[in-house]
């Protein structure tokens, strides 16, 4: 009897043993948990802080990259990869769709170039300019040459004309000289952008021919890409002080790089 009694006695006695052991254990469990979360915490706090401050660098540095060369640097990356994907893509997989992409940039072209001429006191008609430039794009592409010469001869007599009606109605009567140098400019516009950009239109429509418009607009890049760099590293560097001290390389390249921009997008 006793020894049955103290047999029975044992799971007593173990039992306050095994709970404090299993207290023990989900004790540390939890502390061990705790810290690893205020460790996971900290953690993460320092990377978003490391984040947040490469972020403001990066910005300062292309405020900075901005103020000194007059681009922003990503934007104009993110643009050009843009339009290279739908250059491209027209080019390569259906070539008439790159008279929709050629129309585009040669009307945006035109319209940017009368528009700055309009604020430099140069009155070129811009709606007519605009559907000129958009007009040569399917002759040329279409029907040659012979009619997009015909076209872009036929759009300057309109916008001639377009800007002579515009004297002769007007209230006010400019100078016979504001009004010459109005007709050479927008005689000048198409010139500059749409023939340019007919020349391009033709060359696509020739066999094999979009390749050598991926080549030329690879020149352009490459021009492109060496104006800004050399506005980046020569910017303050006079190209001929006694003859023009205001003028340094950095401006010069950075009017280079419009010129070759637009012909090349054209």
Same mark, same amino acid.
């Given at each position: ?66 103020? *000194?060369?007059? *681009? ?12 290279? %994907? ?14 929709? %992409? ?22 070129? @008609?811009?709606?007519?300019? %605009? ?29 001639? +004309?377009?800007?002579? %009606? ?9 100078? +016979? ?22 020349? &391009? ?18 020149? &352009? &890049? ?6 800004? +760099? ?7 560097? @006079? ?5 023009? @001290? ?7 390249? *950075? ?12």
């Amino acid at each position: 009897m006793r020894r049955h009694d103290q047999g029975a006695e044992r799971p007593t006695t173990e039992e306050p043993a095994k709970r404090g052991l299993r207290h023990d254990l989900d004790a540390r469990a939890r502390a061990a948990r705790s810290d690893f979360d205020a460790r996971a915490r900290a953690a993460r706090s320092d990377f978003e802080a490391s984040i947040r401050q490469r972020r403001a660098d990066f910005d300062a540095r292309n405020e900075a990259l901005t103020a *000194r060369t007059g *681009r922003n640097l990503p934007a104009a990356i993110g643009i050009a990869l843009a339009f290279a %994907v739908v250059m491209l893509g027209a080019l390569l997989i259906w070539k008439p769709a790159f008279m929709v %992409v050629a129309a585009f940039l040669l009307g945006v072209g035109v319209y940017e170039l009368a528009s700055a001429m309009r604020f430099a006191g140069r009155d070129v @008609p811009r709606i007519p300019s %605009v559907a000129v430039a958009i007009a040569v794009v399917p002759a040329a592409f279409l029907f040659g040459q012979a009619a997009a010469l015909f076209t872009l001869l036929g759009g300057i007599v309109l916008i001639s +004309a377009w800007r002579l %009606v515009e004297v002769a109605t007007g209230r006010t009567k400019p100078p +016979a000289g504001n009004v010459v140098r109005d007709l050479t400019n927008g005689l000048f516009v198409q010139a500059y952008i749409s023939l340019l950009g007919a020349c &391009v239109v033709l060359l696509s429509a020739q066999r094999d021919g979009q390749f050598w418009v991926i080549a030329f607009i690879l020149v &352009v &890049v490459a021009v492109d890409t060496g104006a800004y +760099a050399t506005r980046l590293n020569l910017g303050k560097h @006079p190209m001929a002080p006694r003859i023009q @001290p205001e003028e340094d390389v950095g401006r010069a390249s *950075r009017g280079r790089s419009p010129r070759a921009s637009s012909s090349g997008s054209s």
